[in-house]
Structure formats: C-alpha cells, structure tokens
C-alpha cells in the first residue's frame, strides 16, 4: 500500500502563488509515476501535471506556462508550484501515484482563488 499526504493548500488572490506538497509513505518501491489532479464542484476530476520517473512531464492546456511539476531528490515527495493564478484554478487538489498498474490517491487539499 502507499499512503499520499497532500499540503500547501489554501486561499490567495487571483495572480498568486502556492506550492502544494504530496509526501508518498509505505511500499513506495515501484512507484513509476506521480501526478496532480483537481476537481472543482460539479466537475470531473481533471490532470494537472504528471512526472514519471524518468523526468518526464505532461501538463494539461489550461496550466501550461503558469505550473510547474517537480520530484524531490528522495522520489517519495512530488511538488506543484503554482503561477499566476486564476479564480478558475479553485479545486480540491489530489495526489496521486501510480504502482504497477494500480492508482493510489491523497486525501485533496483545497485551492481557492479570489478574484
């Protein structure tokens, strides 16, 4: 099993910055892939950015150029710094790795953006 912690979440003002924070815990031996998600109220859960372990990144349209996706030097921790923030980003932010064909997910942590 593993065990995503999310952090870093909170309110700002449109233009902004956070930095979200997921710390990955238990077997995390395999684990290929780590990524950001987000779900606003009556919305599909939606990609943000993913890093596998070879560095390679994706980002979804709508944060190219304002979000970075970044592993720290011990592979467990994936961060999300987040640019120019708009009031459309409002969301529940989730983590979530990825382990030899299983997904496994944070608890969320919530972004609000004010105009």
């Known amino acids: 099993q593993v065990q995503l912690v999310e952090s870093g979440g909170g309110l700002v003002q449109a233009g902004g910055s956070l930095r979200l924070s997921c710390a990955a815990s238990g077997s995390i031996a395999g684990i290929n892939a780590m990524g950001w998600y987000r779900q606003a109220p009556g919305n599909q859960r939606e990609l943000v950015a993913r890093?596998?372990?070879?560095?390679?990144?994706n980002y979804a349209d709508s944060v190219k150029g304002r979000f970075i996706i970044s592993r720290g030097s011990a592979r467990n921790t994936v961060y999300l710094q987040m640019n120019s923030l708009k009031p459309e980003d409002t969301a529940v932010y989730y983590c979530k790795a990825k382990k030899l064909g299983l997904h496994y997910w944070g608890q969320g942590t919530q972004v609000t953006v004010s105009l």
């Open positions: 890093i596998t372990n070879g560095g390679s990144t």
